[in-house]
């Protein structure tokens, strides 16, 4: 099976199960995090393999056939762990569907004692005992063990063809699939051989230089040294046949004490990306913005002053890497604006969650379309009240006396802009009453009076009668 076809989603819930049931028989469970409902399941696989011992016969036989001759595959990462697996799935998928549920089933058991979070280790031994595990684990073994023999079948059959074609100068090997990820010098190649994979530089060598993965790295490992002008890596030389296959560098390099080995160009790259890391995790300490009560941009609440600019954020200690320039917050707030919905003519964008409160609780900040300022709800529902109760005022005192344009023609400019100028005559004479209106309404103490009137006027203005393009 191809690795991007495995079921990821399903392996983040039953990888953790699959380490503690099927590691090597002599090796200690691993530690196992499970949610509450799960409290139990490491009681449950920890029965299964005390009523079926072949769950270690099979971990056994896992460790040269599937995880490379690591014993403690185990505590490798999850990512490391799945490409080897994928590796001896059958391209169907029903190998990986059937272990899945067989893990599932013995989790089902688990799932069924309750409030096993509630009780203490010697409890939980005490209701598993209970519980009919044999059956579900016996249903897996026999599945694992005909795939494991297919596997075994399938290794068996590669290495005698490798071996079939053998010549004078050696065994042909095929490419390390795994190599990329990891640059251990003399693994671009393997053989299955002896019951077990072997692994050379060389793509055609004789028997006795192919050699298992773990004599391939203690053999790096004792040959490391510090690596000059990068403090905590190492590097260890490969062979001069293969410096070419290296990057055409005589060392391959890794981060101490057990990273992956890599190429040259590649630890390059990792040094950039932890200089990078390391200069976006600079706390930086800001000061209030002062315009952020006018405009309430989501991330702008702080600023300060950083590499020749001015970054926002709305934290006011935080690490770089959560500062940006107050254009990337506007385009920000844009990109994840929407229609508020209620309020025709007016956006809505969410802040974060973790700082909701300084935005009045309600997760989002609203404004007048197309470019009125950002502000809290209290405010733009304040506003909207006071615009309308202008209208309406508007419509009693001068809505008899006008005389509407026919139906399907637009005002003449001139008339447009008596109407619009009127209007916003009116709009004057009434805005302190307005403002103090949306005062009394309980509005954020932040927002200043200039703020008030600017999203009136918006508001106003975008109601007024349309006239003429250019008017």
């Not at 005390?50 to 505590?75: A, M, N």
């Not at 299955?192 to 993965?213: F, H, I, T």
């Not at 002053?305 to 970054?311: E, M, Q, S, T």
């Not at 954020?313 to 604006?337: F, V």
């Amino acid at each position: 099976m191809d690795y991007s076809a495995i079921n990821q989603a399903s392996w983040m819930t039953y990888l953790p199960a699959f380490k503690v049931l099927l590691r090597p028989g002599s090796a200690s469970a691993p530690a196992m995090s499970v949610g509450a409902e799960l409290a139990a399941w490491p009681a449950v696989l920890e029965r299964a393999r005390q009523l079926v011992p072949g769950f270690g016969d099979i971990g056994d036989k896992l460790v040269p056939l599937v995880f490379e001759g690591y014993q403690d595959w185990y505590s490798y990462e999850d990512q490391w762990i799945l490409k080897d697996l994928a590796s001896v799935l059958d391209d169907t998928g029903d190998q990986e569907i059937q272990i899945l549920r067989g893990l599932d089933e013995l989790g089902l058991l688990a799932r069924g004692i309750e409030k096993a979070s509630e009780l203490t280790p010697d409890e939980i031994e005490a209701r598993v005992q209970q519980l009919d595990v044999g059956l579900a684990a016996n249903s897996l073994l026999t599945r694992l063990s005909q795939y494991v023999a297919a596997w075994q079948d399938e290794a068996s059959r590669v290495g005698s063809e490798q071996q079939a074609a053998a010549t004078t100068e050696g065994i042909p090997g095929d490419t390390n699939a795994n190599w990329d990820d990891d640059a251990v010098p003399g693994t671009r190649y393997w053989i299955y051989a002896d019951g077990g994979y072997l692994y050379s530089d060389r793509k055609v060598a004789p028997l006795d230089q192919w050699m298992s993965l773990q004599g391939r790295e203690n053999a790096a490992e004792a040959a490391k040294q510090p690596w000059n002008g990068a403090p905590g890596w190492s590097c260890t030389p490969v062979g001069d046949e293969s410096v070419s296959d290296y990057g055409g560098v005589g060392f391959v390099f890794r981060r101490d004490p057990d990273g992956s080995w890599m190429t040259q160009a590649k630890a390059f790259a990792a040094l950039d990306q932890e200089e990078e890391e390391a200069r976006l995790a600079v706390e930086l300490t800001g000061e209030l913005y002062s315009n952020w009560a006018q405009d309430r941009i989501p991330g702008t609440r702080c600023w300060v002053y950083f590499d020749n600019g001015h970054l926002f954020s709305d934290y006011q200690t935080a690490p770089l890497g959560r500062w940006a320039p107050l254009a990337d917050r506007e385009d920000r707030a844009e990109a994840a604006a929407r229609p508020w919905q209620g309020a025709p003519g007016w956006s809505c964008t969410p802040v974060a969650a973790d700082v909701a409160d300084d935005y009045g609780g309600e997760g989002y900040v609203f404004r007048l379309d197309p470019d009125g300022p950002w502000m809290l709800m209290a405010a733009a529902i304040a506003a909207i009240d006071a615009a309308e109760a202008i209208e309406d005022d508007e419509a009693v005192e001068e809505g008899q006396d006008e005389v509407e344009p026919e139906a399907g023609k637009a005002a003449e400019p001139a008339e447009f802009a008596k109407q619009f100028a009127e209007v916003q005559r009116e709009t004057s004479q009434r805005m302190p009453d307005a403002v103090a209106a949306i005062r009394a309404a309980g509005v954020d103490p932040e927002v200043t009076d200039d703020e008030i009137r600017r999203v009136l006027l918006s508001y106003v203005a975008a109601q007024a009668p349309s006239g003429s393009q250019g008017s």
